[in-house]
């Protein structure tokens, strides 16, 4: 169900949707750009779903479409300030890193967020929206774009990599410990 | 707890230190969004209805392409090249042109209509650790069986199950013996979902160009999800495409293409999913480093297809570290049937891949 065609009622009824994403959606930009522009970003974030507030699901939709639009929202302010820096630098990697500073300076999850840094933005995007934003397997899957399976593969391989990483940090560099006895399959040797 | 409860912990920002919406901070946000342009501000997005021109390919050229493509499979003879590159099964462009060829003559697969459901039927290797403390954890491999059933409006249900708890190491057996052998079972899960809570890929599938070159263009952008840019992300939007989708043959036929231009993409030939079939391997590494702090690991992504049917049968990952040498399979996922249904308990898909009766079972 949409919501019904602007009226008298439009900025009241979208005040209400405001107050009860404010904070799930503040929450998603601030983990993910740096504070001076994160009001910025947010407010571009319930800037789109004012303007394309007929298109807005009614809740509790419209908590996962107003993700997806701070997804975007996020991408495209990396885009135009790597545009303007001119940097080849990662900037979800300083997002990540320049969020830590501010917030979580616990040095023992300094591990878990520098291996964070190290992952591929999809990857890493998969695990916050579960760990951090609180969304289930299907909800994150349908923020992304892609099927519950194509997730899960994202999810799984991000975890392995932090686990592996925090484990061989904690362990001052013994040997990895997340060895499998599932049998390789037979591999082939074409070039 | 777990690593995932240790990633959660490490929230940077945690929800009690954000402003709530009553403080002057975010009503200030407030009064400065209404007072953009209002409801319509914005132009619509277009939406068209009609999905992307399909190509037909004839029955021969599909025999042509299953025949090549037969000719990596164990138990063929393979025959010397009689010209290189493309018309090669034994280089990646070949075999990747072979599949493209099969993908173009496959049926087209329609979404679900009204009362129908897309459903897949997937296994794979799952792992769960528990974390106590840095020298107490142990991770347990689990044989996992997920159904997924979708209809159109994004509404659907998925059932999990969990079954063949091994512990992956004497040293973890050690510290699940520690910790007072817990129960490793995981109780199965049915869960359903309302409106648009569910998606089967990428939501732009019917718009993406059939063009090569074009679609290339796009997947390297990241345009196609809006995702970052790199040889391994595209690598991964290739599997995003093929996997479970309803994409167009002529989408997966170009698809096939754009693989052969991912730097680091390489042909593994001959491969063997986990459960038995044959198939064609495709692999794409990428190195991971760390920051330097801890030894940096090389990431093995492989894809493996039907020679039959061009379609994914497989996917692994496999991981190896630096410092020892030691290579892990640390993941596998089987898609064993997919298909439309009639109704969201069916598993017999009317339209679709018919499972794994199609692959090439040694």
Same mark, same amino acid.
């Given at each position: 169900?949409?919501?019904?065609?602007?009226?008298?009622?439009?900025?009241?009824?979208?005040?209400?949707?405001?107050?009860?994403?404010?904070?799930?959606?503040? &929450?998603?930009? !601030?983990?993910? #750009? %740096? *504070?001076? =522009?994160?009001?910025?970003?947010?407010?571009?974030?319930?800037? /789109?779903?004012?303007?394309?507030?007929?298109?807005?699901?009614?809740?509790?939709?419209?908590?996962?479409?107003?993700? &997806?639009?701070? !997804?975007?929202? #996020? %991408? *495209?302010? =990396?885009?135009?300030?790597?545009?303007?820096?001119?940097?080849? /630098?990662?900037?979800?990697?300083?997002?990540?890193?320049?969020?830590?500073?501010?917030?979580?300076?616990?040095?023992?999850?300094?591990?878990?967020?520098?291996?964070?840094?190290?992952?591929?933005?999809?990857?890493?995007?998969?695990?916050?929206? /579960?760990?951090?934003?609180?969304?289930?397997?299907?909800?994150?899957?349908?923020?992304?774009?892609?099927?519950?399976?194509?997730?899960?593969?994202?999810?799984?391989?991000?975890?392995?990599?932090?686990?592996?990483?925090?484990?061989?940090?904690?362990?001052?560099?013994?040997?990895?410990?997340?060895?499998?006895?599932?049998?390789?399959?037979?591999?082939?040797?074409?070039? | 707890?777990?690593?995932?409860?240790?990633?959660?912990?490490?929230?940077?920002?945690?929800?009690?230190?954000?402003?709530?919406?009553?403080?002057?901070?975010?009503?200030?946000?407030?009064?400065?969004?209404?007072?953009?342009?209002?409801?319509?501000?914005?132009?619509?997005?277009?939406?068209?209805?009609?999905?992307?021109?399909?190509?037909?390919?004839?029955?021969?050229?599909?025999?042509?392409?299953?025949?090549?493509?037969?000719?990596?499979?164990?138990?063929?003879?393979?025959?010397?090249?009689?010209?290189?590159?493309?018309?090669?099964?034994?280089?990646?462009?070949?075999?990747?042109?072979?599949?493209?060829?099969?993908?173009?003559?496959?049926?087209?697969?329609?979404?679900?209509?009204?009362?129908?459901?897309?459903?897949?039927?997937?296994?794979?290797?799952?792992?769960?650790?528990?974390?106590?403390?840095?020298?107490?954890?142990?991770?347990?491999?689990?044989?996992?069986?997920?159904?997924?059933?979708?209809?159109?409006?994004?509404?659907?249900?998925?059932?999990?199950?969990?079954?063949?708890?091994?512990?992956?190491?004497?040293?973890?057996?050690?510290?699940?013996?520690?910790?007072?052998?817990?129960?490793?079972?995981?109780?199965?899960?049915?869960?359903?979902?309302?409106?648009?809570?569910?998606?089967?890929?990428?939501?732009?599938?019917?718009?993406?160009?059939?063009?090569?070159?074009?679609?290339?263009?796009?997947?390297?952008?990241?345009?196609?999800?809006?995702?970052?840019?790199?040889?391994?992300?595209?690598?991964?939007?290739?599997?995003?495409?093929?996997?479970?989708?309803?994409?167009?043959?002529?989408?997966?036929?170009?698809?096939?293409?754009?693989?052969?231009?991912?730097?680091?993409?390489?042909?593994?030939?001959?491969?063997?999913?986990?459960?038995?079939?044959?198939?064609?391997?495709?692999?794409?590494?990428?190195?991971?480093?760390?920051?330097?702090?801890?030894?940096?690991?090389?990431?093995?992504?492989?894809?493996?297809?039907?020679?039959?049917?061009?379609?994914?049968?497989?996917?692994?990952?496999?991981?190896?570290?630096?410092?020892?040498?030691?290579?892990?399979?640390?993941?596998?996922?089987?898609?064993?049937?997919?298909?439309?249904?009639?109704?969201?308990?069916?598993?017999?898909?009317?339209?679709?891949?018919?499972?794994?009766?199609?692959?090439?079972?040694?």
């Amino acid at each position: 169900m949409r919501r019904r065609r602007g009226g008298e009622a439009g900025p009241a009824e979208f005040e209400r949707l405001y107050t009860a994403r404010y904070a799930e959606i503040a &929450g998603y930009v !601030r983990r993910r #750009v %740096a *504070e001076a =522009d994160a009001d910025d970003v947010i407010a571009h974030v319930f800037t /789109v779903a004012w303007r394309k507030f007929e298109q807005v699901p009614s809740p509790p939709d419209d908590r996962l479409w107003l993700f &997806g639009v701070a !997804r975007n929202s #996020v %991408a *495209e302010h =990396d885009r135009s300030r790597q545009r303007r820096l001119r940097l080849h /630098v990662r900037l979800a990697e300083d997002a990540v890193t320049a969020a830590s500073r501010a917030g979580n300076s616990d040095p023992r999850y300094e591990p878990v967020l520098t291996a964070m840094s190290s992952l591929r933005p999809a990857d890493r995007e998969a695990l916050q929206l /579960v760990l951090w934003e609180e969304l289930t397997h299907a909800e994150a899957a349908s923020v992304l774009g892609c099927s519950v399976n194509a997730f899960e593969l994202r999810y799984r391989r991000a975890r392995n990599v932090v686990r592996d990483a925090v484990m061989t940090t904690t362990n001052q560099g013994s040997a990895p410990v997340t060895t499998f006895r599932t049998s390789s399959p037979a591999r082939g040797n074409a070039s | 707890m777990n690593i995932e409860s240790l990633i959660g912990e490490a929230n940077p920002v945690p929800a009690a230190d954000l402003p709530s919406a009553d403080s002057p901070q975010a009503r200030a946000t407030l009064t400065r969004v209404l007072s953009a342009t209002g409801p319509g501000g914005l132009p619509s997005p277009r939406l068209s209805s009609r999905l992307v021109a399909r190509v037909a390919v004839g029955a021969a050229a599909a025999a042509v392409a299953a025949i090549v493509v037969a000719q990596l499979l164990p138990g063929s003879s393979p025959r010397p090249a009689t010209s290189p590159g493309h018309s090669d099964p034994r280089t990646l462009a070949g075999a990747l042109n072979a599949l493209s060829l099969l993908a173009a003559a496959q049926p087209a697969a329609h979404p679900p209509g009204p009362g129908q459901y897309q459903y897949s039927d997937e296994k794979s290797l799952t792992e769960i650790d528990t974390y106590k403390s840095a020298t107490n954890y142990y991770a347990v491999s689990y044989s996992e069986q997920r159904q997924i059933w979708i209809a159109s409006n994004g509404s659907g249900r998925i059932v999990e199950s969990f079954r063949d708890p091994r512990l992956a190491s004497a040293r973890d057996r050690r510290n699940w013996i520690k910790d007072g052998r817990p129960s490793l079972r995981i109780k199965p899960s049915d869960q359903r979902y309302g409106k648009r809570q569910l998606s089967v890929g990428p939501a732009n599938l019917y718009k993406l160009p059939t063009n090569p070159a074009r679609l290339a263009k796009l997947i390297h952008s990241g345009a196609v999800d809006g995702g970052p840019v790199g040889s391994a992300e595209d690598f991964v939007r290739i599997g995003d495409v093929l996997r479970e989708t309803a994409a167009p043959p002529a989408l997966r036929a170009a698809i096939f293409k754009v693989s052969e231009q991912i730097p680091g993409a390489k042909l593994l030939g001959r491969t063997t999913d986990p459960l038995g079939s044959a198939g064609i391997g495709i692999a794409h590494w990428q190195h991971v480093a760390h920051r330097g702090q801890v030894p940096a690991e090389t990431i093995e992504s492989v894809l493996i297809f039907n020679p039959k049917t061009s379609n994914l049968l497989a996917e692994e990952t496999l991981v190896t570290y630096t410092k020892t040498g030691k290579t892990s399979l640390t993941s596998w996922t089987v898609y064993l049937r997919s298909g439309v249904v009639n109704s969201i308990a069916s598993m017999t898909p009317v339209s679709g891949t018919p499972g794994r009766s199609s692959g090439a079972t040694t």
